[in-house]
């Protein structure tokens, strides 16, 4: 069965980075959609970027210009690049994955990791 595994979060400073990864096992990443989410306290849960099994991305708002999701070669590990983060950017960061299709994209996330926490400091 589909398992992933998040690590890589902690806590940095205003405008530091972090790089995220999810670990998939169960099966290889390159003909699935894979998201990371993340949710705050007191937020509802919101997505932050998605990646599908043609390496086209997609970014929230927030996350553009900011953050790069992507995969590695061998299509076993996601990442979450961020950079210039911000004390809004806390929170706990979730790992996702889901089908393709070619009429619909990436719309349903049905395997989920722990999650990995992120902490900003000011």
């Known amino acids: 069965k589909v398992q992933l595994v998040e690590s890589g979060g902690g806590s940095v400073e205003a405008g530091g980075s972090l790089r995220l990864y999810c670990a998939a096992s169960g099966y290889t990443l390159g003909n699935y959609c894979m998201a990371w989410f993340r949710q705050a306290p007191g937020k509802e849960r919101e997505g932050v970027a998605v990646?599908?099994?043609?390496?086209?991305?997609n970014y929230a708002d927030f996350a553009k210009g900011r953050f790069t999701i992507s995969k590695d070669n061998g299509q076993t590990t996601l990442y979450l690049q961020m950079n210039s983060l911000k004390p809004e950017d806390a929170a706990m960061y979730y790992c996702?994955?889901?089908?393709?299709?070619?009429?619909?994209?990436?719309?349903?996330?049905?395997?989920w990791g722990q999650g990995t926490q992120v902490t900003v400091t000011s």
């Open positions: 990646i599908d099994s043609r390496d086209m991305a």
């Open positions: 996702a994955s889901g089908p393709f299709t070619m009429v619909r994209g990436c719309q349903e996330f049905n395997a």
